[in-house]
């Protein structure tokens, strides 16, 4: 498929997506958002496809925020479906996407940009990439699920001053608020951010995307994520890739996981 305003490149059983308009800092228009949520859609049945890489493209921004043009002059309703829209066609999508979903964070991570690295199942930042919630600046609040998402990630506290004080923070100071796992050099973001795609595709992919589903349930309203667990648990003994694992273990040799 071709998109406009985002690039794909599967390699390595890997799918980079990178979001492409570097003149406006990869802002989310909306022809972008639902440019992504084509791109995953068709990656969750791509079975070439075993983890999901989002980037931005440039050396300045992963992206800096959604397009604030596009959304000057809406009014509450418009506002209201903006965010709804959003919210279902992307950043949920992307948070229950059955497949790892890696951030790949490039340089500015701002409003809907950080949000979106939010949804991802963790986040990777280069040393030149700078994260906030800049929404109270210019007179709305985040919308992409960034009032839910920041406090689950850095804690109440954290999240109340960085969405009222509209501040940026720097690489070094979102891996101490654990907002994102690892910080290496730009030059090298991509390699570490396959390497560890690498070790996670050693293990069963039907696992990993259990553990997803369980892992994200603890995040739900009104979800029992114990119940979520032990239902999955149970799940996986009927699966190939139990079989394949536990009989590798028993008889000590490397698993190859069927994937079923
Ligand atoms: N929406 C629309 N356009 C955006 C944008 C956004 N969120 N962020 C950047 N751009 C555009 C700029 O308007 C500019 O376009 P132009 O060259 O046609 O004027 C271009 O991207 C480059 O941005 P610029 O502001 O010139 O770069 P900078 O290095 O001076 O500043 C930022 C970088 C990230 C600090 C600044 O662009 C910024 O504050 N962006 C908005 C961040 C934000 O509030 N995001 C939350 C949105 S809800």
Request: zero cysteines.
């Amino acid at each position: 498929m071709s998109y406009q305003n985002i690039l794909e490149e599967i390699e390595d059983h890997i799918l980079t997506i990178t979001i492409n308009r570097p003149k406006k800092l990869n802002a989310l228009n909306r022809e972008t958002i639902q440019e992504l949520h084509e791109a995953f859609k068709a990656a969750k049945t791509n079975d070439e496809v075993k983890v999901v890489i989002i980037t931005g493209s440039g050396e300045k921004a992963f992206v800096a925020g959604a397009d604030i043009s596009e959304f000057a002059d809406y009014s509450p309703k418009e506002g209201k479906r903006l965010a709804a829209d959003g919210q279902e066609k992307l950043f949920n999508y992307v948070a229950n996407f059955p497949k790892p979903v890696i951030a790949a964070v490039n340089g500015f991570a701002l409003g809907g940009g950080l949000e979106l690295a939010m949804a991802a199942h963790f986040r990777i930042a280069s040393d030149n990439a700078k994260m906030g919630l800049p929404e109270v600046s210019l007179g709305v609040i985040p919308g992409y699920g960034g009032t839910q998402r920041l406090p689950q990630l850095v804690g109440k506290g954290r999240a109340m001053e960085m969405i009222m004080t509209a501040g940026m923070i720097d690489a070094n100071q979102a891996l101490q608020y654990n907002l994102v796992n690892h910080v290496v050099e730009l030059d090298d973001l991509h390699d570490f951010v396959a390497k560890i795609a690498g070790k996670i595709m050693k293990n069963s992919t039907v696992a990993v995307s259990e553990a997803i589903r369980a892992i994200n349930a603890n995040y739900e309203d009104g979800v029992n994520g114990f119940e979520v667990e032990i239902n999955a648990f149970g799940r996986s003994f009927g699966t190939d890739d139990f079989k394949e694992g536990t009989s590798a273990f028993l008889n000590k040799r490397k698993a190859d996981f069927p994937g079923k």
